[in-house]
Structure formats: C-alpha cells, structure tokens
C-alpha cells in the first residue's frame, strides 16, 4: 500500500480524537444524545482546524446502523462506507467549482428523494461563501424547509460573506484556531506513535509556523521528517523554515539584559547566517516582552503557548519595568521602519542597539569608555583651533569644566570675529562706530592668545559645577544693551567697554534665586548642583521636582503629590544611590509629600531658561542686521522662533 501522508492518516474518526474544538463538540454530542437535531449547521473557522472533519463524523452519527449516537460503532458499512468517503447518501459538493445557479437548481430537485442506503441524505457542502447571489436565492427555500431525510452541513472560511438570510437558517459553529500547545501536544502523540525521533523545541518550531491550523502541523511535519531524514531536529526544522528557534532570541534577550554590546552583535551576526525574516524576528520579541510585561503587572500569568514559560518568568524578574517598556517600544517601532531602511539587517542591528544604548539608568552624556585622553583632545582640536594652549593655562581644571570653558571661548568668539553674524550688539556696531577697546580685525595668533587668557581668567573667576549654570545669565548679561534692566543699570556702575574678563561678573536680576544660588560658592546647592549626582532617567526627573533638607544623616526630599505618587521602591534605590556617591554611604533618604516650594532644580533651570530666552530675544531685537532687514523689507521678528545657544550641544 503505498505511503498515506499524516493529515490523511491521523484524520480524527471520534469526537474524542478532536483536538481543541470542545466547545463545538459538547454541543453535537448533547443534541445527538437528546435527539435535538436541526436541519442546517454551519461550521466557521480558517483552514486546517476541522470543519470538514466534522461534518463527516457527524454523517456518521446520523447514518450509523446502531442508531443516532455521538459514539459511532465505525464497523458497521454505513461507518466504513463513510470512513472510506463512498457513502451514496453523504453529498460532497465543493462550491468553489459549483458555483452556478444550475448546480444549485439540481441539488434542489434531488433532495425530495429519499436516502438510499442511510437514515439521512446528508449534503455537505465545502467553501459555500463561494456561491453566487442567485445560487443563494436558488437555495434559501430549500434550506429553510428541507425534508425530513435530509440534513445540510455548511463549512466556510469566510462566513462575512453569506448573506443574513443563510446565516439565519442554521445553527452557526465557530471552530478557533489551534493553540500552539494543542498542536505540539498532537504532533508529540503522533510522532511518539509512529515511532519517529524528535526534539520538543521542534515540535514548537513546527507549532509555531502552523499557525493555528493543524492540518498545516500534520503537513509540515511530513516536510521536516523527509528533511531530516526520519527524525526531527530542531536546527533542521529552524533552517527548513527559514527562522530562528526561540533559543536564538533567548540568546539575543539575554545579550540586551547584560548590555552586552559585542556579544549581542556576534549573535546577530551568527543568526543572518539563517538568512532569517527579520520582521519575524522583532514579532518574536514583541510577543516576549508583551508576555512579560504582563508576568511583571500580573504575577504567573505568563502561559506556556511558545514552550518558554520559564524563561519568561525568569525575564520579568531580571528585567525593569522601563527597560520592559523600552525594548518593546524600539521594536515596534523597528519592525516599521524596516521597509523603509536600505538592509534589513542594518535595520534590525539598530533597532536592537537603540535597545541597548538607551536603557534607562545609562548616562548617554559622557562618550564611549574607549576614548583615551588624546582620542578626545582630538576631537576637540575639530571645534578649537589651539586647544592644547587653553589646557596648559588652565591645568587645574577638570576635564568636564574645561570642556565647558572651552564651549564659552567658542561662542564669545563670534564678538571678535566680524564675518561671523554674531548675536552680539557691540559687533553689529562695530562697523559704523568701532570701539576703542575691541581690535577691528584680530589674527590668528593673537585670537589664540585671547582664548588661552579667556580660559585662565575663567578658571579663577568660574567655580566648579556651576560653571555651566552662571554663564548662560553672564552671557545674557554681556549680550544685553544697559538700556535693558534699568533696575540692573542703576545699581552697576558704568564700565567703559566690556572685556572679557568681566563675563564671570554675578548679573542683577529681577529674581534674587539666582544671586542666592550663585553667592553659595564652595557648597553643594540642591538646585544647583542636582545634576552632578548623575541621577537620570525617570528617577532624576521625579527627584528634580523636590526640594531637599538635612535631618542629621537623613535627606529629605520634599515632592508634590503629582510627582510623588509615580515614585517606586527603584526610583527610590537609584536616587539615594546618587546621593550616596557624593555625601557618603551613611545616608538616609525620606521621601515626604508636600509643596516644595520653588527651590527645586526643575524649578532653577526654567528660570534660568527663561533668562537665557530673554538675552537672545532682545539681541536679536537690537541686532543691526535684523533692524535693517525689517526696515528695509517690513519683515516682522517671529519671537516664538528665537532659541538661546545651548552650551550642553557641543
């Protein structure tokens, strides 16, 4: 005899044989135990999960010799007859080919004879969406009000199709898809009965690809046995499937966990070798961290339908709730962008770095740790025409001050430099009236000089962290006509020109924070100096909006309840973490609910953008180019436009 494939020979031939498809079941097998038996039933469902299947077994419910019974005895000749699909009174029609009005008028004349060999004739019609509107309308009395011998057995896979009126004349059976444990489970059954050797993450592979349908499994099965050679192994099911099994994304996830830059891209790397779909891929991950963001929010929730139950529960606990959010987010938004990138691998290997470089806790403001000293002298001398000079005059300096020191060099150059359109006042007047204390056209040599006297002279004026938060307002202050804050005019005495020596000068300003923040030199200040705890991410920024107090070796944090109440016990770790690494291992961190009032560092750093925002808005006001463009066109300055130069760019 020759060879019968899987889905042929493992075909259910009892109700109890059915997988996955109890709820359809307890309803025929009650009906058929109680003799409730309707004329029309239609089964629903996609492809490969039964409905054929079970319109045959239940023709042979109805036409079996011992009577109407949900356990047909299968030895009788109805039974076998059926079994062996040459039954006279079980009608196959496939609509798909009999699709005209005439087929459905001469299954209409045939059904008032009666069976011929069973009880009932029964017509079992296959992908009946696929009938015409008249072949419907040819068909609707009929099946309204059949005879009493007759019963219809209507399968599709798309009943949207069917009109209401069919839909309304039978009992409707929708039939799910096939779990992925119900289809390992089935296919460990078979191939433990056929005495083929396999591998459980196989079996999952082939469950997987599936995709619902079990005739799919049964068929894909047949595929993998001829590929491996009458056994089932993993590594030939993932390379005749063209993916990746789940222990290669166990490996990629675990790389990310690790920030394991290098290993994560060896694995990548080995995995293109599979000349993989890397949108499978990031589905993959997608489903993974969907799992266990819900094993993290719900505990032992986390179902076995991909075989990795364990890992998934050992992910949630090694993982972060943000770090969960992130990687689910980039690969969401990889999977998308990965039409559109020029190589999928390229797309993939982004997605999965932005994974790593963006975790939150990571501090994405300092360079790479494989940067030495003259690497980043280097790429310094891009920006600084000499910066070596300015880091002998300066040598005390430590390199993040010096790196800001050298930002300010930069953008107070722009004041000596006339082909430069400089935000600077004393520059667009240069040209008319040039004033006495300014070169008209400095050399190189001597700019150079200029730089490394402005370091020396900055170093001695500009304390140490606060370096970055005083010269945004002295710049504002050098950039500013007098005429500006005629409160700051009337208590400053009049200076000839302005050098630069006098940029690290304290600026009066209307709001006395800032000059009681920046008196406090030599002292940590909470609003000031927050940002060199190197506290981020989310932690940082709830923690930011606090204002801070000493009790004994206690700090605490006062926050508003807005803010407090999306604190955990991890932001909590993170931020007295922080603070320990400046005040000592011996401090304690409370945090209390109230009003911090405005001493928070959030609060300081939008002052102090808002001094910066007024600066470049009346510079651009007084600057001679933008008069004489709006003079001469009728232009008008869009304010909401203007931006104050960053330092925290370069």
């Keep these: 005899m020759s060879y019968q494939v899987l889905a042929r020979k493992w075909r259910p031939r009892t109700f109890e044989d059915m997988v996955g498809q109890e709820h359809v079941l307890q309803a025929l097998i009650h009906a058929l135990e109680n003799q409730r038996l309707h004329h029309a039933y239609l089964f629903t469902g996609t492809r490969g999960v039964g409905k054929t299947t079970i319109g045959r077994l239940l023709a042979r419910c109805l036409n079996c010799e011992t009577g109407i019974t949900p356990k047909p005895c299968g030895e009788c000749s109805s039974c076998r007859e059926i079994q062996e699909g040459r039954f006279v009174d079980l009608i196959e029609i496939d609509a798909a080919s009999r699709t005209g009005v005439d087929d459905m008028r001469e299954l209409t004349d045939n059904v008032q004879y009666a069976p011929s060999r069973g009880r009932y004739k029964v017509y079992l019609i296959d992908e009946v969406h696929m009938l015409t509107n008249q072949s419907f309308n040819a068909f609707l009395k009929t099946l309204e009000e059949p005879p009493d011998h007759v019963k219809f057995l209507l399968a599709t896979t798309d009943p949207q199709k069917l009109p209401v009126t069919v839909l309304s004349r039978c009992l409707q059976f929708n039939l799910k898809r096939m779990t992925p444990e119900h289809i390992a489970g089935h296919l460990q059954h078979v191939l433990t009965a056929e005495q083929i050797p396999f591998e459980e993450p196989a079996l999952w592979l082939l469950a997987r690809a599936a995709d619902g349908s079990m005739r799919d499994a049964l068929s894909l099965t047949d595929q993998a046995i001829a590929f491996g050679n009458q056994k089932l192994a993993a590594n030939d099911v993932s390379t005749m499937l063209g993916t990746i099994d789940q222990r290669d994304i166990e490996r990629l996830v675990n790389a990310l966990v690790e920030r394991d830059g290098p290993g994560m891209l060896a694995e990548i790397g080995r995995v293109s070798d ?52 992130l990687f689910y987010q980039a690969a969401l938004m990889g999977r998308k962008d990965l039409a559109i990138t020029p190589d999928a691998r390229m797309g993939f290997e982004m997605t999965l770095l932005r994974m790593l470089a963006f975790r939150p806790g990571a501090d994405r403001r300092e360079p790479p740790a494989v940067s030495s000293a003259g690497q980043s002298g280097a790429g310094e001398s891009r920006d600084e025409p000499e910066p070596a000079q300015a880091n002998q005059a300066a040598p005390a300096v430590e390199s993040s001050q010096a790196e800001d020191l050298q930002e300010r060099a930069a953008e107070v150059k722009p004041v000596v430099d006339p082909p430069e359109p400089a935000p600077l006042p004393k520059e667009g007047q240069n040209p008319e009236a040039p004033e006495p204390g300014l070169p008209p056209e400095p050399e190189p040599p001597a700019d150079d000089s200029w730089l490394a006297s402005l370091d020396a002279q900055a170093e001695a004026s500009v304390p140490d962290e606060d370096a970055r938060y005083q010269e945004p307002t002295d710049y504002s202050q050098s950039l500013v006509e007098p005429s500006v804050d005629p409160v700051a005019e009337e208590s400053r005495a009049p200076e000839p020109a302005p050098e630069p020596q006098h940029r690290s000068e304290p600026v009066t300003s209307a709001e006395p924070e800032f000059e009681s923040v920046e008196e406090q030199d030599g002292e940590f200040v909470w609003e000031r100096d927050f940002r060199s705890l190197g506290i981020v991410g989310m932690p940082g920024n709830l923690a930011s909006h606090g204002a801070m107090a000493w009790e004994n070796e206690t700090i605490v944090l006062t926050i508003d309840d807005g803010h407090a109440r999306l604190l955990n016990g991890r932001h909590e770790e993170k931020i007295l973490a922080g603070l320990r690494s400046r005040f000592g291992d011996t401090i304690q961190l409370r945090i209390e609910r109230g009003s911090p009032g405005p001493h928070t560092p959030a609060a300081y750093e939008e002052r102090l953008r808002k001094v910066r925002q007024q600066a470049a808005e009346e510079s651009i006001r007084k600057d001679p180019a933008v008069q004489s463009i709006v003079e001469r066109f009728e232009a008008r300055v869009v304010e909401e436009s203007i931006r104050p130069i960053e330092t925290s760019r370069r």
């Design 274 to 325: 599979f000349a993989p779909d890397y949108s499978v891929i990031l589905a993959d991950l997608l489903s993974l961290f969907h799992r266990v963001t819900m094993e993290q929010v719900v505990p032992g929730s986390a179902d076995n339908a991909l075989g990795d139950a364990g890992q998934v529960q050992a992910l949630a606990r090694r993982l972060s709730a943000e770090d969960a959010q």
